[in-house]
């Protein structure tokens, strides 16, 4: 039986990379820049969806250059 109305929280680092529109060696990147928590579980690496869209809206432009 499906749970419905349970959305997935985490995310692997590709199907991160497919959320954020960013390459898995982007996500990579910002994983160990520190720039996007994440959780490990073994060597499993994972990324929280609520961190994703914190990361986006940190960096929302309103203004043009």
Sequence with gaps: MKNK????RL?????AAEYLG???NAI?????????PYIKDGKRILFDIR???SWIESHRQTEFF
Aim: hydrophobic letters at 35%; aromatic letters at 8%; proline letters at 0%.
């Design 28 to 36: 990579r990147e910002m994983q160990w820049a520190g720039k996007l």
């Design 11 to 15: 995310y692997t680092v590709s199907e």
């Design 51 to 53: 961190d994703m869209d």
């Design 5 to 8: 109305g349970i959305t997935k």
């Design 22 to 24: 960013r390459s898995v």
